[in-house]
């Protein structure tokens, strides 16, 4: 199971699971949000290279227009994937309360 | 327990549910979960999308090893690739560096605790343990 949706303050909300299955769905709808993104990944319960990718061409995108793509709400072992893969590095990252 | 799984994504949702019922029924604990899945859907996914020679289905194997698991990926008919000689990712490259292809076997070499290759006969073999906590 996999959700994503965009809330009335522009926060992108996901949820369950995005492996190599959901990516383009995910990456279709990343397309089309504004500059200037924050994805919220509280319910976000897993996440597969594939999933690393369509974040990092949303960020990419995003920072193309000098804007910035925040991950708020990141459980920590989401995060440790974020660190094995140095994404750690490329963005604002902010951990959910344990 | 084995299970033979056609080449399609949409198989992502069955190997799930089998490694939902193996964890309960061999008592792993659940920390090592998510790395258990990133792996085996990292290695399936390779061989459904570049051992593109062959129709045949995969081969899943799950055992207890330890208080871990162990998860061998057989796929028959194709060529040698052994996931430890996949090109290394430079994850300290700035952003305009990265690209995302390449980062999925990076994470299952970095993230298992041993891993084993072997390739007999058109049929590659890759073995992989994660060490329960």
Same mark, same amino acid.
């Given at each position: 199971m996999f959700n994503i949706a965009i809330n009335d303050e522009g926060v992108v909300a996901v949820e369950g699971r995005l492996d190599a299955a959901q990516a383009p769905r995910a990456q279709e709808f990343l397309d089309q949000v504004p500059d200037q993104c924050t994805i919220d990944m509280a319910a976000l319960e897993y996440i597969s290279s594939a999933g690393l990718g369509v974040l990092l061409r949303t960020h990419k995108r995003i920072m193309s227009g000098g804007q910035s793509l925040r991950l708020i709400n990141v459980s920590k072992h989401i995060n440790d994937i974020f660190s094995y893969s140095g994404f750690d590095r490329l963005f604002e990252i902010e951990l959910a309360d344990s | 327990m084995n299970r033979k799984l056609s080449r399609s994504f949409d198989e992502l949702k069955e190997i799930v549910a089998l490694t939902d019922v193996f964890f309960k029924e061999h008592k792993i604990n659940a920390d090592v979960r998510h790395t258990v899945d990133l792996c085996i859907e990292e290695l399936f996914v390779n061989m459904v999308t570049y051992d593109t020679e062959t129709d045949a289905d995969i081969l899943l194997e799950m055992t207890p090893h330890g208080k871990g698991i162990q998860v061998s990926l057989t796929d028959f008919g194709v060529h040698r690739f052994d996931p430890r000689d996949a090109p290394a990712v430079d994850i300290n490259a700035p952003l305009d560096e990265r690209?995302? #292809? #390449?980062l999925g076997l990076y994470l299952v070499v970095k993230m298992v605790d041993s891993i084993h290759y072997e390739y007999q006969d058109k049929t590659s073999k890759i073995t992989f343990v994660v060490n329960g906590k």
């Open positions: - | 690209t995302p #292809g #390449g």
